[in-house]
């Protein structure tokens, strides 16, 4: 039975693993999927900025789409899904968005405007979880409040916020928090031991990142096709 985007099945659950920013990177994702080799017990959680910057965000929301279908995918609302959200319900300036790289995502569905936006794809979009929490880990895109629960987060904290390495702290919970957003621009994963940042800067030249939490093992590729298989090693600020 396909499972619906967000809807994992925990009776099948075999890995989590977590996909960074995206940005229009088809090929990246592409060459990552094959890399990782989902089947139907695992999870993907996917952290969001699936549009702009890169060549196909089509391409992108397309296959997120038929992911949904080979496991359960848990795809989370990104800054740049946000902006393009407000651009088309009127709650913000369509230049805005374009500024930011949503040009490039027009581009890739060959529109002028958003009128034309394919119906499945802003259905993938509008469903978009903020944050997704397991009994060991929480997901957010961007960073969070250490003090406040994942449901009361402040909005800005989890699409916005940056990560500032030397004045993060754990969550009270105590739960590892996997978070994207702020560019690792040497390629690497940065592991705090309380916070891991996956965003490896796909879309700028660097690496597409997805994370296996249990193992920490992971999988890097580009947009060049190429691909490299790492494993954690925890580093301090």
């Known amino acids: 039975m396909v ?11 075999g890995r989590t693993l977590v996909v960074g920013d995206i940005h229009g990177c088809a090929t990246a994702l592409r060459v990552l ?6 089947g139907p017990g695992d999870v993907i959680v996917t952290l969001g900025d699936y549009l702009d910057r890169g060549p196909d965000s089509r391409g992108v929301i397309e296959q997120l789409l038929a992911l949904g279908g080979q496991c359960g995918l848990v795809p989370l609302l990104g800054n740049h899904e946000e902006m393009f959200l407000a651009a ?5 300036d369509l230049d805005s968005w374009l500024r930011f790289g949503g040009d490039a995502t027009l581009t890739s569905y060959g529109l002028e405007d958003l009128e034309g936006f394919p119906r499945p794809h802003l259905a993938f979009l509008t469903g978009c979880r903020r944050f997704y929490e397991t009994d060991t880990h929480l997901f957010v895109h ?39 957003h702020t560019p690792q621009m040497d390629g690497s994963v940065l592991d705090l031991g309380f916070l891991i940042c996956i965003d490896t800067g796909c879309c700028k030249g660097g690496w597409l990142t997805a994370l296996d939490v249990g193992s920490g093992e992971y999988w890097q590729t580009n947009e060049r096709g190429q691909a490299r298989q790492r494993h954690l090693r925890r580093r301090k600020p």
């Open 88 to 92: 088309r319900e009127g709650r913000a």
């Open 33 to 38: 999927i094959e890399a990782v080799e989902p």
């Open 3 to 13: 499972k619906a985007p967000g809807q994992p099945n925990p009776a099948s659950h």
């Open 142 to 180: 961007a960073n969070y409040w250490p003090n406040l629960p994942m449901a009361q987060q402040p909005a800005n904290a989890l699409l916005w916020e940056h990560l500032q390495a030397d004045w993060a702290h754990p969550h009270y919970s105590r739960k590892t928090a996997v978070v994207g």
